[in-house]
DNA sequence: GAGTTTGAAACT
DNA sequence: CAGTTTCAAACTC
């Protein structure tokens, strides 16, 4: 996901295909991201060892390598923002802010080279503080700005990237540009960090969200003896091999986009508003999948035949039926409680099934298959409501609601039509006036943060899709 | 904020 | 592959 949305909004901002310089069959990591280090391998000292370097301090006094550690903070997304333009000529003319922060950016991703399943993914998102939706705002306004979306939270079909779902909404709401706007801000603020509190991993494991979604750690983690930090790069690399070798897809997207809206292929009865599916399911004993211990439902997506959990009550869809048929009162009570909190859930879009508008050319699904998502979803508790972006298609001339109506709609009744989304405080906004915020270090700079219209929006929407790199398809055979 | 519960990840 | 342990997030109080 993260691969091709920086794809996306390279070419939006440079209005060239970013593909153009890449062979387009390396993974998302190798393409992007090893070009950081590559890059780095130049610049590294600069960056990190550097302190010698000039542009050293901002605006404020303070360091940039503090600042810089902020905006690496932000997720992906951020990191994805790349910028040819910039690296090429930020870099030699000392336009400091403007290509450190976007180096930094990549930066804070890890590097995972060449990894079968592909680098990093929002999966993690997973813990993307919570709040942060697969593509949500960041889809938007970061591809408006040349930076890339945040994808972990999204889910990534087969072949295509999904963009968030709306859950809900006014449409009147949605087509008010000032609160599509206000929208896209919290969500892009939510999105922007994602913090761990590790304790005895060392941020090295999987157990460790940030690690796990291909991130450094950043101040805003809560961690202790932590690893996951680009001065450990090596170890964290290495690490990864290790953890790779054990499990190829250890870093793959868990949650998957199957594209058919009625049954995916697992056979269960999908209630999930995108298809999407736990790729390896869960495996909950006690939560009755309600709860966000259930990586299913932490992902917004339904249980499937594969999940082997027990007393399945997963308010997305259970392995057998979901909640929309269910008079149950503790499975409504879920369904609207979790649609309310966190539905945010998994912003899963489709590829053009429910967005014709977006449809990319596609590629067969057979070769391309990949979905990416995240935990993500589960961060964004408003984002699929808020987030005009489901419907964003409709925006062009599509007036077929009920299509990027999530079924889950009725059960985020409970959110807040008009006006800004109430977001946890201690969920990390992004910064993107005050990239030294305390608690959120990860900065979502938007520098060019109009909200451009929307088709600008789709437009990269759709470049996003075309971007989608080849990854091992998740689907069964 | 501390303690408990939970299930994924890691280990054996 | 199954059972157990470790871990950190989610949850409860």
């Known amino acids: ?89 930020d870099d030699k ?19 995972f080279e060449k990894s079968p399943g592909f680098g990093l993914h929002l999966n993690s998102l997973p813990n993307i503080p919570k709040g942060q939706s697969p593509l949500s705002k960041s889809t938007l306004s970061s591809t408006n700005r040349g930076e890339v979306p945040d994808d972990n939270k999204g889910v990534v079909t087969e072949n295509s990237y999904e963009m968030p779902a709306t ?50 750690c950043i101040e805003p983690c809560s961690c202790q003896d932590c690893f996951n930090k680009p001065i450990h790069e090596n170890v964290v690399l290495e690490t990864r091999r290790q953890i790779e070798s054990r499990n190829p897809l250890a870093f793959a ?25 736990h790729k390896r399911g869960c495996n909950c004993k006690r939560s009755s999948c309600l709860k966000k211990y259930c990586e299913c439902f932490q992902a917004g997506v339904g249980c499937s035949l594969s999940c082997r959990c027990e007393g399945c009550k997963n308010s997305f869809g259970r392995k057998e039926g979901g909640c929309e048929s269910e008079s149950d009162g503790d499975n409504l009570e879920a369904c609207e409680k979790n649609a309310s909190e966190k539905s945010s ?10 967005h014709p508008d977006l449809s990319v050319p596609s590629p067969d699904i057979s070769r391309l298959p990949f979905a990416y998502s995240g935990k993500l979803a589960a961060f964004f508790p408003h ?30 009744d409970g ?7 109430e977001i946890p405080k201690h969920k990390c906004f992004t910064l993107v006036s005050n990239p030294t915020s305390p608690n959120c270090k990860g900065v979502f700079s938007t520098p060019n943060h109009d909200s451009t219209s929307s088709s ?17 398809s998740f689907s069964p055979p």
């Not at 008010?176 to 941020?203: D, G, I, M, Y």
């Open 456 to 472: 600008t929006k789709w437009r990269s929407r759709k470049l996003i899709l075309r971007s989608v790199p080849s990854f091992p």
């Open 93 to 111: 003319e000392g336009n400091c802010n403007e290509s450190n922060h976007q180096f930094s950016i990549r930066r804070r991703c890890l590097v």
């Open 1 to 89: 996901m993260l691969t091709m949305n920086s794809s996306i909004i390279h070419e939006n901002t440079d209005g060239r295909d970013w593909r153009t310089t890449n062979s387009g069959t390396t993974s998302f990591i190798s393409n992007i991201l090893q070009f950081p280090l590559d890059k780095a391998n130049n610049s590294e000292n600069a960056e990190f060892g550097d302190p010698s370097g000039s542009c050293k301090q901002s605006e404020s006094g303070e360091p940039v390598m503090d600042r810089m550690h902020g905006i690496l903070s932000t997720c992906l997304p951020d990191e994805l923002v790349v910028n040819d333009s910039g690296l090429k000529k």
């Open 415 to 421: 959110i807040p039509e008009s006006g800004t989304p």
């Open 167 to 216: 859950f809900g909404g006014n449409e009147a709401d949605h087509n008010s540009p000032e609160k599509k706007r206000q929208k896209f801000e919290l969500v892009e603020e939510s999105v922007a960090c994602k913090r761990c509190n590790c304790k005895r991993s060392k941020c090295l494991k999987l157990y460790c969200d940030c690690f796990a979604a291909g991130l450094y």
């Open 253 to 277: 997207p868990k949650v998957i986009r199957t594209t058919n809206g009625v049954s995916d292929s697992m056979g269960e009865i999908n209630k999930t508003p995108a298809s999407a599916r």
């Open 345 to 354: 859930h998994d912003t899963v879009i489709s590829n053009g099934q429910e």
């Open 383 to 412: 984002s699929i409501k808020s987030s005009p972006q489901l419907c964003g298609t409709q925006e062009q001339g599509s007036s077929d609601t009920s299509s990027c109506k999530p079924k889950l709609e009725s059960n985020l």
